[in-house]
């Protein structure tokens, strides 16, 4: 999966010694913010990896892509979702600025243009018809 959008914020890198292998390991955590209409979403992800926190070397209001993988693990009887990156490649956020050139598809095309007919318009009296008087006092659904 990918997410493009501006790092709002990188967190204190975390680091400790496995204990199966006993083997130093080192992770770090950032927030993306995706823009996206009135409220833009964030998503945090991990990086795991000194090598790797080094190599992609995020910085605060950079703008990425980032490609990640997202899974789950159990603890103490609750789930945790663990969304981790293997990729970032930096780069502008892309704008719609201009809708593109040739065929428009299925969904921006007009109904009568996709086989379909048009509906007539409701009227007020069918959108909602005159209550029942039914004295089961049961719902009608």
């Known amino acids: 999966m990918e997410v493009t959008g501006r790092i709002i914020a990188v967190l204190p890198a975390r680091s400790g010694v496995s204990q199966r292998s006993g083997n130093n390991w080192m992770s ?4 993306i913010e995706v823009p996206g209409g009135m409220y833009p979403r964030k998503m945090v992800f991990n990086i795991f990896g000194e ?3 080094k190599q992609f070397n995020i910085q605060p209001g950079e703008e990425l892509t980032v490609s990640f993988d997202i ?3 159990e ?3 609750r789930w945790f979702n663990d969304i981790r990156a293997f990729n970032i490649t930096r780069g502008s956020i892309a704008t719609p600025a201009a809708a593109p050139a040739g065929p428009a598809p299925a969904a921006a095309q007009p109904a009568a243009a996709q086989g379909f ?3 007539p318009a409701m009227s007020q ?3 909602f018809p ?3 008087n039914d004295e089961s006092g049961e719902l009608p659904f």
């Open 28 to 31: 770090q955590e950032y927030v």
């Open 51 to 53: 090598d790797r926190i």
């Open 71 to 73: 899974d789950a693990r």
């Open 75 to 77: 603890y103490n009887g």
């Open 117 to 119: 007919a048009p509906q």
């Open 125 to 127: 009296s069918d959108a």
């Open 130 to 132: 005159p209550a029942q």
